[in-house]
C-alpha cells in the first residue's frame, strides 16, 4: 500500500462532513435531492439549515484557481480501509477503522468516512465529472478537511467495484467489509497536485469553515461501475454555489 506525503480533493471534499457525515437524525428535518425538499429549499426545513442559503462561503464550486502557490504536500497515511459500508438515503458511504490521518497546517485530522455523489459536485475549470469521492477527516478541535477525488470513465478500479458489490439497500443495516487486498490509496490519483479552499458542507447544514483540497487529476472508472453506482443513486449533487471572491490555491512544487 501507498502512504505518502502525498496530495489531494473531495472533496473532496469533502460535498458531503461534507454530505452524509452528518446524516439526519430521528429529530432532523427530512432533506433530499428533488422537490420540495431539495437543495433550493434547504434553508427553509429547519432554523439549523439557514446557512444553506445565507452562507457566503458555499460549497461545491467551479474552480477556477487564481495562482498557484507553494502549497506543502499533503501529509497524507490512508492506510486502514474500511469497516463497513453504509446506504443512508443520500449516499454510500464507506466508515473506515481508526488509523488513517492528513496532516494540514500542523494539525492532523483523522479520516473518519469516505462516500460518493453521481455526477460530481465540484468542477474543475468549468468541467464535470460523472462521479466524486469525499474522504471526510476530523480534528480534534472537530474542524474539518475534505479531500476530494474525481472520477472520470475510464480503466475499472476493483477496489471500487468490490466496495459497490458489498453496498446494501436504502435504509438496510450496514454491511460489513473485510477485503485484505482493499487498498485505500488506489482510489487517489498518483499525481499530487491539488486545489485549495475555504467552503462548507455540501449537505445540510451546509456549515461553513470546511478546509477543502480537490485533487487536480482523476482516479478512473469502468462504465459499467459507474452504472452499479448509478442503481443507487442517479444524482445526488448540489448545484453550483458562488465562489464569492474567495481565494483559490493550485498547488505548485
Not at 505518502?4 to 462532513?17: I, N, Q, R
Not at 502549497?71 to 473506515?96: C, E, M, R, W
Not at 469502468?222 to 465562489?243: C, D, G, T, V, W
Request: net charge neutral.
Amino acid at each position: 500500500m501507498r502512504s505518502a506525503p502525498l496530495c489531494l480533493a473531495l472533496v473532496l471534499a469533502a460535498s458531503s462532513v461534507a454530505a452524509p457525515a452528518l446524516a439526519e437524525t430521528k429529530t432532523a428535518p427530512h432533506w433530499s435531492y428533488d422537490g420540495k425538499t431539495g437543495p433550493e429549499h434547504w434553508s427553509t426545513l429547519s432554523d439549523a439549515f439557514k446557512a444553506c442559503g445565507s452562507g457566503t462561503s458555499q460549497s461545491p464550486i467551479d474552480i477556477h484557481p487564481g495562482k498557484a502557490a507553494p502549497l506543502s504536500k499533503l501529509d497524507l497515511h490512508y492506510t486502514f480501509g474500511p469497516k463497513d459500508i453504509v446506504n443512508n438515503g443520500h449516499t454510500v458511504q464507506a466508515d473506515v477503522a481508526d488509523g488513517n490521518t492528513l496532516t494540514l497546517d500542523g494539525k492532523t485530522y483523522t479520516l473518519a468516512q469516505f462516500h460518493f455523489h453521481t455526477p460530481s459536485e465540484n468542477h474543475i475549470k468549468g468541467v464535470a465529472f460523472p462521479m466524486e469521492v469525499h474522504f471526510v477527516n476530523k480534528a480534534a478541535d472537530g474542524s474539518l478537511a475534505v479531500l476530494a477525488v474525481m472520477v472520470k470513465r475510464g480503466k475499472a478500479n476493483p477496489d471500487l467495484a468490490a466496495l459497490f458489490a458489498k453496498t446494501p439497500k436504502a435504509g438496510a443495516a450496514p454491511a460489513a467489509f473485510s477485503d485484505a487486498a482493499f487498498d485505500i490509496t488506489k482510489l487517489l490519483p498518483a499525481d499530487g497536485k491539488y486545489y485549495r479552499f475555504s467552503g462548507s458542507l455540501t449537505t445540510p447544514p451546509c456549515t461553513e469553515g470546511v478546509s477543502w483540497l480537490v485533487m487536480e487529476k482523476p482516479i478512473t472508472a469502468s462504465e459499467k461501475q459507474i452504472s452499479a453506482f448509478h442503481k443507487f443513486y442517479k444524482h445526488n449533487n448540489r448545484p453550483l454555489q458562488q465562489s464569492t471572491g474567495r481565494d483559490i490555491t493550485a498547488f505548485e512544487d
